[in-house]
């Protein structure tokens, strides 16, 4: 069971610090009163939390940094697909086209 509760950190939306840092943190606590004869061993011997599992401060400049290289390279591959895919699309309207052209032309012949 996991219950979450919302800290509000400032008064109002607009958030100015100083050193550009904003902690986001978040914490969960159950208080067993009268835990069962099964589950007061899981509790007691639990593994604690391994602390690099949750990143305190986060380096939002980098954050941001890969999230606009990963927008730059999603878009090229997005324009070369868009060329590679207008050049099949000419390619095959050609195509269609010379066969319409050799179908006119046995048709004509047919007439003849």
């Not at 939306?13 to 100083?18: G, L, P, Q």
């Not at 914490?27 to 690099?52: C, G, W």
């Not at 090229?76 to 590679?84: G, S, V, W």
Request: avoid cysteine; hydrophobic fraction near 30%.
């Amino acid at each position: 069971v996991t219950f979450y509760h919302l800290l509000k950190l400032f008064p109002n939306e607009t958030v100015t610090v100083k050193d550009k840092t904003l902690i986001s943190e978040q914490y969960d606590e159950i208080i067993f009163t009268d835990p069962t004869s099964i589950m007061y061993p899981l509790l007691v011997n639990a593994r604690p939390m391994d602390p690099n599992l949750s990143q305190h401060h986060r380096n939002f400049d980098e954050l941001e940094r890969k999230t606009f290289t990963s927008i730059i390279e999603a878009r090229r591959k997005i324009k070369t697909e868009i060329a590679e895919l207008s050049s099949r699309l000419k390619n095959q309207r050609e195509y269609h086209h010379a066969l319409k052209q050799e179908v006119k032309e046995l048709e004509d012949e047919n007439k003849t």
